[in-house]
């Protein structure tokens, strides 16, 4: 009983040590997204739906993957503007399966895309960098990744915003 003790205290105290790490991690950056015309986006359905309720889930997953990769390569007091134009989760809902209604097909011709313009402005509001970014992964299915989290909603788009995040911000900024 004691044993189980001592491994459940040196496990919590990992746990801590490593969240306090990843807090070092996030500086203190502001992120603002607009998310333009989503009725013009190529595909933001869920479950083969694209209401108010899927686009406000997917919108608030691509926020805070912005918000969690700035808080990482920005520097403390920096911001980060961003304008999404397009929008195209991977898979499709294929029409020609109604008995698969609702269940997203991976193919390889059915990339996820993102399309987006961004600004970085240091501390004085004046703009470092800025430009449009067109991310496209069309080996999507080939790379490594947890397969519990490539059930994940909008896990391929977000996995284009952190590769992005990593090599542009992570490397320009230095």
């Known amino acids: ?6 491994v459940f205290a040196g496990l919590l105290t990992i746990a801590l040590a490593l969240s306090s790490v990843d807090a070092a991690h996030q500086r203190d950056v502001t992120v603002s997204i607009d998310f333009g015309n989503p009725s013009g986006f190529s595909d933001i359905e869920i479950d083969g739906f694209s209401g108010d309720k899927e686009q406000s889930i ?11 990769n700035a808080g990482t390569y920005l520097p403390h007091g920096y911001t980060l503007n961003v304008k999404i134009q397009d929008i195209d989760l991977a898979g499709y809902h294929e029409p ?4 698969f209604d ?5 193919k390889s011709i059915y990339p996820p895309r993102l399309n987006f313009s961004y600004a970085i402005l ?3 509001q004046l703009i470092v960098e800025e430009g449009n970014s067109s991310l496209s992964n069309v080996s999507y299915l080939h790379g490594f990744s947890l397969s519990s989290r490539r059930n994940d909603t909008a896990y391929y788009v977000r996995s284009l915003i952190k590769d992005w995040a990593r090599q542009d911000l992570g490397y320009k900024l230095k």
């Open 1 to 6: 009983m004691k044993t189980t003790k001592r």
């Open 58 to 68: 997917i919108f608030d997953l691509l926020r805070g993957e912005f918000e969690e």
């Open 96 to 99: 020609l399966y109604p008995r």
């Open 102 to 106: 609702g269940v997203r097909i991976m």
């Open 122 to 124: 240091d501390d004085d």
